[in-house]
Structures are given as C-alpha cells and as structure tokens.
C-alpha cells in the first residue's frame, strides 16, 4: 500500500506542475495617455500619395520661426512636414505638430484659427479659409493647404485625421474653461486658449501677463464680444483653487487703480473704456471695452462656476474581475480536477492490478486486496 500511494502521489505532482509550467508569463502593458512616437503623417491616405520624405524636427522654431515659443508654452513636441500628390496632378502640402496632449493641440489650433475662417467637421475641429485647412485631432494639429480644392478634400482631409495616432486617456481631455465663454453676442472663431506669457502677447490682452501670473497654474481664455460701443474683450482666467484666484483678483483691482491714477511704477494696461472684474469659485472673469457698464455687467453675470465634484470608483471590468472570465476559469479548475482525479484512479488501479500479478504466485493472505462489505 505504501507503494502505491508514493507512485500517485509522484503522478499528481507531475500532472500539477505541468499544468502551472504552462502558464502565460505577464506583460507589459505602456502607460495610457503616453504621447505616441513614430511618424505623425501616413505614407498614403485617400488617394495622395507621399512624395520623398517627410521633414521632422523636435525644434519649435523650425516648425514656425514667428511663434517658436508659443509652440513651446502649448507643449510642443516635434511636427512634420510633407508634400503629396495625385494621378490628376493636385499637390498637397501638410504640416503636423504634435503636442503633450490634446489641450496643447486645441491652444494652438485657436492661436492660428482666424475669425474670416469657416468652421468645417474633420478631425477634432476644423477651419477653413480658400485652399488652407487647419484642423487637430487629439494632440495633433495639421495645416493643410491644397493647390486645387475638388469636391472630395474634405473627406480625404477626414481620413487623414483618423490615420493619425493621437494620444489616449486623459491626456486626449480638452479643457473645460473655453465652456464657461457665454454664446449671446460672441464674435465667430475668436476664442484664444492661452497657456503662456508669450502667448497672451501675441494675442493681446487687457491686463499685462505679470498679473495673470503663469507660474501659479493658470490658463486664460479670451473671446471678441460685440457691444453697443463696438467689439470688447471678455477674459477668464482659472486658477487652481479660489484662494488663489481671490489673491490675483485683488493684486488686478490694486494695479488697474494705480495705473487709472498714473502712479509712478503702475503695469500698463490696455486704453479699454469699461473696465469690470469678479471671481467665481477659481475663476477670475474681465470685461474691458467699449462697453456701457450694463452690457459689462450682463457678461459677468452670465459666468458662474459650477463645481463638478465626481467619485471615480473601479469598476471591476479588468481581465481579474470579469464575471465572464471568472466563469471560464472556474470550468477550466474543475476539469483539472477531474482530471487529475482520473489520473490517481488510473494510476492507483493500474498498480493494483500490477500488484495482484506480483503476487499471484503467492498464498492469498499476502495478497493486497480492498476491504469490501458484503451486504445483503
């Protein structure tokens, strides 16, 4: 009996590991949200064909001399630039940058986005202004320029869009401050999202960027509304807590009273008629312009923070906590099981059956045999 029961217990363990060498070893999965490397446009999409190579570089002022450090404020990573033709003859010319994420790709596109534009739905979003398309989709922003529109170039401008590989989780989130710019009275495509001091520069604005102060983490978002007395501005400013922003707020009203009494030292700031300012929640809200003190007032008015307040809880849909998986693996133990028990049976039959024959020769109170009952 001691032989029997060392030999199953040597088949269980063999048939075990087997088992347990044959599992899958893990992998590694890259982190979400990574920006993607490689080449940002394809060698062919929709009919055009890439001609040579396409020319990269990681410099900011390559990829535009005028604005290499607004390109840099926005996260600017590297950009191509390619030309493609067609079997008609058309040619394209297509420069692409890419940013950390899709915030820096939305920033940039509403730098370069001109009020003349007309909004077209390629991509993220689009405009379009006579042969030139510029669009982003996810941390990507392409300027498109053809030498001959046809009936199809937006359609194929869609299909590079979805050729492109953007980045994914929260890296892909736009901004949620340009939601708060009210739509009564807005001029078309005039909304610039600002990450930087070079930036607001560029675009102008009616407090100098020393009292936006970018080193605290805010992002600005202007926009052209029209008034009675003309077209005035509309800035919002978010910090990342009120107590912040209630700090700025008053260091603004401090400086545009020292500068409206022309104190030796004041900051500059922009000849704009009405002047009004407010906090809401991390939000500091300007309206400077022509405007009456009622129409400056409305546009304060109509802003008002609302916090969103969300509880991210897992959800248990990973491969571990599938129901579905749990079920399969649960079928998979048992016929493990089975098998295993079938195994010990063979094995402990067999030896039993071997034993019988060792001893057959032998008196029949040496032989092994199994204690049975005989009930009637």
Request: include cysteine; charge should be neutral; aromatic fraction near 10%.
């Amino acid at each position: 009996m001691k032989r029997v029961s060392i030999l199953a217990f040597f088949l269980i363990s063999f048939c075990v590991c087997s088992f347990a060498t044959g599992s899958k070893p893990p992998t590694l999965v890259p982190a979400a949200g990574a920006v993607a490397s490689g080449p940002i446009l394809p060698a062919e999409f929709g009919g055009w064909q890439l001609q040579g190579t396409a020319q990269s570089s990681k410099d900011p002022g390559v990829a535009d001399p005028a604005n290499g450090a607004v390109l840099k404020e926005y996260g600017f990573q590297d950009f191509e630039a390619a030309t493609y033709t067609r079997d008609d003859g058309r040619t394209l010319k297509i420069r692409a940058a890419r940013f950390a994420d899709a915030s820096g790709a939305y920033g940039a596109f509403t730098f370069y986005k001109q009020p003349e534009m007309l909004n077209e739905k390629i991509g993220s979003q689009a405009s379009s202004l006579n042969n030139r398309v510029l669009f982003y989709t996810g941390n990507v922003l392409v300027d498109a320029v053809f030498n001959r529109l046809s009936a199809m170039s937006a359609a194929e401008l869609r299909e590079l869009a979805s050729d492109i590989p953007t980045v994914r989780g929260a890296s892909a989130n736009l901004p949620g401050l340009p939601t708060y710019l009210p739509k009564p009275s807005y001029v078309k495509n005039t909304a610039k999202y600002i990450l930087g001091p070079a930036t607001l520069e560029r675009v102008g604005s009616p407090i100098p960027a020393q009292l936006v102060d970018f080193n605290a983490g805010a992002e600005v978002v202007l926009g052209t509304y029209n008034s009675s007395g003309g077209e005035g501005t509309l800035m919002l400013i978010s910090y990342p807590t009120p107590q912040i922003a209630g700090e700025h707020l008053r260091r603004i009203d401090a400086a545009h009273q020292a500068n409206q009494q022309q104190q030796p030292g004041a900051l500059p700031f922009q000849e704009v008629g009405t002047f009004l300012d407010k906090r809401t929640g991390p939000i500091v809200v300007i309206a400077a312009g022509p405007y009456a003190q009622s129409e400056a007032k409305d546009l304060l008015t109509s802003i008002n923070y609302d916090a969103d307040v969300t509880w991210n809880e897992n959800t248990f849909q990973d491969k571990k906590n599938n129901l579905a998986n749990l079920l399969v693996n649960i079928i998979i133990l048992c016929g493990i099981l089975i098998g295993l028990g079938l195994v010990a049976g063979i094995a402990f039959g067999g030896l039993r059956v071997l034993l019988h024959r060792w001893f057959s020769g032998k008196d029949s109170s040496e032989r092994v045999e199994f204690i049975s009952l005989h009930l009637e």
